[in-house]
């Protein structure tokens, strides 16, 4: 029973990012604390010749250990990240490979396209 209750508790919180456009929505970016746990990404663009590029991206987790500004340092394993708080999200929501890869809601992008 008990395990129940967490699987619905999850999905609670997943589907609070999940839009009925099939978009996801953004996190609060201003919400951030030190000592949240974060979802990151890096990312490697290698040069391989004649125009094609190989890009790498690795998806992490870490703790925020500093704040100033929009730069927000966040420690996974042994290593320290200075990260841009717009390219980290919060623990429970869908990493930044998932919102390039579904991209984000557009409800309201296209609520204005039909006013305007």
Known sequence: MQHDSNVQTAEAEISKYHCKCGGLILPDFESYKVDDEVNFMQQQVKQLGGGLVSVNQKAYTGIIT????????VKSGNKLY????????????PGPIEYSRIGKCRCEL??????G
Request: net charge negative; hydrophobic share 30%; no cysteine.
């Open 110 to 115: 296209d609520q204005q396209q039909v006013e």
């Open 82 to 93: 200075d990260l841009y708080r717009f390219g980290i999200t919060p623990i429970d929501a």
């Open 66 to 73: 500093k704040i100033t500004g929009d730069d927000i340092q």
